[in-house]
């Protein structure tokens, strides 16, 4: 298990997140401390070393949302938000 401890959020991303997705710092930081939330390390070219989570937030309906996140102190479970949204078909190239 990932020992996420704290999420800090950059205040441009915060902002992003609300106006460009509809989600609230506090709804990302909820689903990722959500014990039922799939959190993991992952690592690519582009995006270098991360973590990444998928979980639901708890709205009606609930929604699915995937986010990642900067480690900035991985022995005190320090972490910065990188994005947050939820998915839609158009994320993945699907047309219908």
Do not use: N
């Not at 996420?4 to 460009?20: N, R």
């Not at 947050?84 to 190239?93: C, L, Q």
């Amino acid at each position: 298990m990932i020992g996420v401890q704290e999420v800090v959020f950059p205040p441009e991303v915060a902002e992003k997140l609300w106006v460009e997705h509809q989600l609230t710092q506090w709804e990302v930081e909820a689903m990722v401390f959500d014990p039922d939330s799939d959190v993991r390390w992952d690592e690519d070219e582009i995006h270098g070393i991360r973590v990444i989570a998928r979980g639901m937030v708890k709205r009606q309906p609930p929604l699915l949302v995937f986010a990642s996140f900067r480690p900035l102190d991985v022995e005190a479970g320090l972490y910065e938000c990188i994005t947050a949204f939820a998915p839609t078909r158009g994320d993945y190239g699907e047309t219908t």
